[in-house]
């Protein structure tokens, strides 16, 4: 019987175990950890390729408080009320540490008027809290939401990398298993990860 699922298992908690194929996102993440400040951010990419680990990293990694912190799946909740309740009470009120985080997962599932809601509660609360939004599909997000974030795109691992990761997550776990059988299940997931975990 499985203890815990290993997509959290082996979800990295550090920007060590973080894989970046991109050198210039790591030196910007590493400025904002050592300053402890984050912009409004937008990761985007593929599914299963560590947007919400990235933000999740981040956000430990600076130090947020976990009652700071507000974890929204849009997938789920769409709707405008969320953001003019859910939302707006919770960066309204007073922060522990500097400032609160909204972590809105699948973002480009949210309606415009759910996305122009948010635009302006981003405006309005700049102050006292930061978003990090993460979608599969930039495109669905409005410009005005755009503009007001630092963009970043999260780029699919290597696929000899993403392999490798999963045959040792098996080795870890005691399990045997045929290379065929890893390639396999490799080719048919890649580049999500999580997918292929699971």
Same mark, same amino acid.
């Given at each position: ?47 299963? /390729? ?51 985080? /909204? ?8 309606? @415009? @008027? ?26 669905? *997000?409005?410009?005005? *939401? ?6 970043? @795109? ?31 299940? /490799? ?12």
């Amino acid at each position: 019987m499985l203890d815990s699922l290993w997509t959290e298992k082996y979800r990295p908690n550090t920007l060590d175990g973080y894989v970046f194929r991109d050198d210039v996102q790591r030196a910007k993440i590493e400025q904002w950890i050592k300053e402890g400040q984050i912009p409004h951010l937008l990761f985007s990419g593929s599914a299963g /390729v560590g947007k919400t680990t990235l933000a999740k990293i981040l956000i430990n990694t600076v130090g947020i408080d976990e009652f700071d912190v507000l974890e929204i799946n849009a997938s789920r909740e769409t709707s405008v009320d969320v953001f003019r309740t859910k939302v707006t009470n919770f960066v309204g009120t007073m922060s522990l540490g500097a400032y609160k985080v /909204v972590l809105l997962d699948e973002a480009d599932y949210l309606s @415009h @008027h759910a996305q122009a809601s948010l635009r302006g509660i981003m405006e309005d609360y700049a102050g006292n809290a930061r978003f990090i939004l993460t979608c599969n599909y930039p495109n669905k *997000i409005i410009p005005a *939401i755009h503009s007001r974030c630092q963009g970043f @795109h999260i780029e699919k691992v290597d696929i000899t990398e993403f392999t490798s990761r999963v045959a040792s997550i098996l080795i870890q776990e005691d399990v045997e298993f045929d290379l065929d059988d890893l390639d396999s299940f /490799v080719r048919a997931s890649y580049p999500d990860l999580r997918k292929t975990i699971n």
